[in-house]
């Protein structure tokens, strides 16, 4: 199995394989296709999906 992000305990993302992390460049909610979203309420386009905002690594967090 290959890693491609670190995840602490609460399954927050730490880093991307890139070296990108939450303090640097961070990553933002997108759509299963790397599609950038929003995180409200009615947004039925998300899912659980983040993306690398340097790599551009989409994640299933």
């Not at 394989?17 to 303090?23: E, F, K, T, V, Y």
């Amino acid at each position: 199995m290959t890693v491609l992000v670190e995840i602490d305990q609460w399954g927050e993302i730490i880093a991307c394989i890139c070296g990108n992390a939450p303090h640097k460049e961070g990553f933002y909610p997108c759509t299963p296709w790397g599609w950038e979203t929003n995180l409200t309420y009615n947004n039925r386009l998300w899912r659980g999906h983040y993306r690398c905002a340097s790599c551009g690594l989409t994640i299933r967090a």
